[in-house]
């Protein structure tokens, strides 16, 4: 059954109704003995049916889950077979610092197999940045959408070359930081676009070249990935989006970061830069089919660029604005963005 349909929704009321009316009514007829009991468990699935109707509200606003096996989890998972010893990666904790921004936080970073052996001690990789989403944390990437699972399978099929993947932490505990510098506040595109790469280069064998990076993030994350590639298009060669918007955001999670900056606001919008000539930066945009606001954003992104812009658009994968359509999406979008790594530099829009 459809989770974010009106027969769920109507289902889940009447079924409320009903026990609220079947408490009421039943409420001094229950047998003497058994009375406390009975009464004490019909408040209790009359509290399960009130969250239950809100639960089912707040899921058809935001479409984070379209049936009962996108909640559960138990959709079929592509790319899940086994990885030989040999061909794995490993994931470190580390302590990210950023010397421009002042901002000092824990990240994770994916090594493939191929940095440890012994024919590769001078070779350096190109990188991915992963941007998890608010709220978060970067070991949703491996815990979630097991990125590294993901990554080792990529690389040891030749689906994409040996790459470093690096998840820092995007934002401070309880404040959605949108991935921006805001006005009078916390450097946070700094951090993730010029300390994070120097922490990392600092301590790892990372490419050095204009065009070895890529970013790719969900849903919050997606908006920082786009975000800043288009800021730093002589770093990050592509882009990945899944079911991201391209729009800022300004509320309670976020805080005032632009302190009424209209033209800061408008450089922190996908959808204004695309519009006003930003540079080309390969983007792929995924939005599952059970996410109406991150198709809406995909449509209203495409309607703002150029008609030429390269796009690579995937809205085919059922579900809703959760791990399931992520992770199913991860491998096509890995893919890609290795077939980038290492590209030319985009050139502006052309004017007049």
Same mark, same amino acid.
């Given at each position: 059954?459809?989770?974010?349909?009106?027969?769920?929704?109507?289902?889940?009321?009447?079924?409320?109704?009903?026990?609220?009316?079947?408490?009421?009514?039943?409420?001094?007829?229950?047998?003497?003995?058994?009375?406390?009991?009975?009464?004490?468990?019909?408040?209790?699935?009359?509290?399960?049916?009130?969250?239950?109707?809100?639960?089912?509200?707040?899921?058809?606003?935001?479409?984070?889950?379209?049936?009962?096996?996108?909640?559960?989890?138990?959709?079929?998972?592509?790319?899940?077979?086994?990885?030989?010893?040999?061909?794995?990666?490993?994931?470190?904790?580390?302590?990210?610092?950023?010397?421009?921004?002042?901002?000092?936080?824990?990240?994770?970073?994916?090594?493939?197999?191929?940095?440890? *052996?012994? $024919?590769?001690? @001078?070779?350096?990789? +190109?990188?991915?940045? #992963?941007? %998890? &989403?608010? /709220?978060?944390? =970067?070991?949703?990437?491996?815990?979630?959408?097991?990125?590294?699972?993901?990554?080792?399978?990529?690389?040891?099929?030749?689906?994409?070359?040996?790459?470093?993947?690096?998840?820092?932490?995007?934002?401070?505990?309880?404040?959605?930081?949108?991935?921006?510098?805001?006005?009078?506040?916390?450097?946070?595109?700094?951090?993730?676009?010029?300390?994070?790469?120097?922490?990392?280069?600092?301590?790892?064998?990372?490419?050095?070249?204009?065009?070895?990076?890529?970013?790719?993030?969900?849903?919050?994350?997606?908006?920082?990935?786009?975000?800043?590639?288009?800021?730093?298009?002589?770093?990050?060669?592509?882009?990945?989006?899944?079911?991201?918007?391209?729009?800022?955001?300004?509320?309670?999670?976020?805080?005032?970061?632009?302190?009424? *900056?209209? $033209?800061?606001? @408008?450089?922190?919008? +996908?959808?204004?830069? #695309?519009? %006003? &000539?930003? /540079?080309?930066? =390969?983007?792929?945009?995924?939005?599952?089919?059970?996410?109406?606001?991150?198709?809406?954003?995909?449509?209203?992104?495409?309607?703002?660029?150029?008609?030429?812009?390269?796009?690579?658009?995937?809205?085919?994968?059922?579900?809703?604005?959760?791990?399931?359509?992520?992770?199913?999406?991860?491998?096509?979008?890995?893919?890609?963005?290795?077939?980038?790594?290492?590209?030319?530099?985009?050139?502006?829009?052309?004017?007049?």
């Amino acid at each position: 059954m459809d989770l974010t349909g009106w027969p769920f929704l109507v289902l889940v009321v009447g079924l409320s109704c009903a026990v609220l009316v079947g408490t009421m009514v039943l409420w001094n007829r229950w047998p003497h003995r058994a009375a406390w009991p009975l009464r004490f468990l019909s408040l209790v699935l009359v509290m399960v049916c009130g969250a239950a109707v809100m639960a089912d509200v707040v899921n058809r606003d935001y479409g984070f889950y379209t049936s009962f096996g996108d909640l559960l989890g138990s959709s079929p998972l592509p790319h899940d077979r086994p990885v030989p010893a040999q061909d794995r990666g490993t994931v470190e904790r580390v302590r990210l610092d950023g010397g421009n921004s002042g901002i000092h936080r824990d990240g994770l970073v994916y090594l493939p197999a191929a940095y440890s *052996r012994p $024919d590769a001690a @001078d070779r350096h990789f +190109p990188v991915v940045e #992963l941007f %998890h &989403g608010f /709220p978060g944390q =970067p070991d949703n990437w491996t815990r979630h959408l097991g990125i590294a699972h993901v990554l080792d399978l990529e690389i040891s099929s030749g689906r994409m070359p040996p790459v470093i993947a690096v998840m820092p932490t995007i934002g401070d505990h309880g404040r959605d930081s949108e991935c921006v510098d805001a006005v009078h506040g916390r450097a946070n595109e700094t951090y993730l676009a010029v300390d994070v790469p120097t922490a990392v280069a600092a301590r790892f064998r990372v490419a050095d070249g204009p065009r070895d990076w890529a970013t790719m993030g969900y849903s919050t994350g997606g908006f920082c990935a786009v975000d800043l590639a288009l800021h730093h298009p002589d770093r990050y060669a592509a882009a990945v989006s899944l079911d991201g918007y391209f729009t800022p955001q300004v509320d309670s999670n976020t805080g005032d970061l632009y302190r009424g *900056r209209q $033209d800061i606001r @408008d450089n922190n919008s +996908p959808q204004w830069l #695309l519009a %006003h &000539g930003a /540079p080309r930066v =390969p983007l792929y945009l995924m939005a599952s089919r059970g996410d109406p606001e991150g198709l809406r954003a995909i449509g209203h992104l495409r309607r703002a660029a150029p008609p030429d812009y390269p796009f690579t658009l995937r809205t085919d994968l059922n579900g809703g604005h959760n791990f399931n359509p992520w992770h199913r999406a991860g491998p096509a979008a890995l893919d890609w963005i290795g077939s980038h790594l290492g590209t030319a530099p985009p050139t502006p829009r052309p004017t007049g």
